[in-house]
């Protein structure tokens, strides 16, 4: 892989820290492979960054209040955001329960969101709340309420969740 701090060549092979063996998202080693974990994983739209380490650190914490609300294997999420840390996060912690991402913009009418709700039937839906003012109208919309560890995201229940869909175990 390109580094620029070494002018073109290759950087030296390193391997993640931040990833468990067991992590059923150890296919993101592939990806970041070459990354350390205070390497920058994401830039947010002010201009802020965010190492790999702190995004492993949100996931965990998105994972775990998702677990509680009983998001498992094959529940749907829908994800309303935007693009930032946060809903990465969200979409890599709902990856890593096995359970299905409904991703949309945040930017679309109530009536739409409403619809594709009605459609998908989420166990729950996850804002973007504190990045987007879209976002958090809808949220609130949904009664939904800030995760205390990671107040850019807020959880409501779906009102009408389906049935769980078949998720493989790799």
């Known amino acids: ?49 965010v190492s790999y380490r702190a995004l492993a650190t949100m996931r965990e914490a998105v994972a775990g209040h998702l677990r509680q609300s009983g998001v498992g294997a094959g529940d749907r999420v829908m994800l309303v955001g935007e693009n930032c840390a946060a809903f990465a996060a969200a979409a890599l912690a709902i990856s890593q329960l096995r359970a299905w991402i409904v991703p949309v913009n945040a930017r679309l009418t109530a009536s739409e969101i409403a619809n594709i709700g009605g459609h998908c039937r989420p166990r729950v839906f996850v804002f973007t709340s504190g990045i987007s003012a879209n976002a ?17 995201l807020a959880v409501a229940l779906g009102a009408d969740p389906g049935p769980a869909e078949p998720a493989s175990e790799d």
Do not use: K
Request: aromatic fraction near 4%.
């Open 1 to 49: 892989p390109y580094d620029a701090g070494r002018r073109g060549r290759a950087a030296e092979p390193r391997r993640n820290t931040f990833m468990r063996q067991d992590d059923p998202l150890r296919w993101l080693d592939e990806i970041c492979g070459n990354a350390a974990p205070d390497d920058v994983a994401i830039i947010e739209p002010d201009g802020s960054t």
């Open 136 to 152: 958090a109208g809808h949220g609130e919309a949904h009664g939904a309420v800030a995760l205390p560890q990671l107040p850019e």
